[in-house]
């Protein structure tokens, strides 16, 4: 049985987390555990917003289940920020974790602040590898 053909998105959606998102790691708190959490961190709200799509339509993620955090800098306005990168995610403001706020930093373009998307579930993060691992076969990378 030949792999279901990908779509843009997913070939995209999947790419994006390859490249901005966790890895599985160690669990320090129980031996040999792992976590296989999917977490994507931009700046830019676009980027943010397709990897979203990608787990909204492609992957199914329950939506109740999804999170959200920003960074900002200090002196940055926390409740003009959160509501922006609610807006953009369509998460709730309820469905955000507490907002980091750095020291001020001296990168350009950094006005929005960072936004963090995580979902825990070891089947969604295994579902997004087996289609990073389709579009990679597809164009010969092996890993």
């Known amino acids: 049985m030949s792999p279901m053909s990908l779509t843009s998105r997913q070939i995209v959606g999947s790419v994006l987390w390859w490249a901005e ?3 599985p790691r160690r669990d320090y708190r129980w031996k040999n555990a792992m976590l296989y959490t999917v977490e994507f961190t931009n700046t830019n709200s676009e980027m943010v ?5 990608f787990l909204r339509k492609d992957i199914g993620v329950v939506e109740s289940r999804l999170r959200a ?3 900002i800098h200090e002196g940055d306005d926390q409740e003009k920020l959160e509501r922006f990168w609610s807006k953009a995610t369509r998460i709730s403001l309820s469905n955000f974790n507490k907002t980091i706020v750095r020291p001020t930093g ?3 373009g950094k006005s929005s602040g960072t936004c ?3 979902y825990s579930d070891k089947p ?3 579902k ?3 289609i990073l691992d389709q579009a990679l076969s597809e164009i010969g990378v092996t890993k």
Request: aromatic residues 4%; proline residues 0%.
């Open 21 to 23: 998102g966790t890895k």
């Open 49 to 53: 917003k397709i990897f979203l799509e």
């Open 69 to 71: 955090q920003i960074q």
């Open 106 to 108: 001296h990168k350009v």
């Open 116 to 118: 963090k998307i995580r």
């Open 124 to 126: 969604t993060h295994l």
């Open 128 to 130: 997004i590898q087996s």
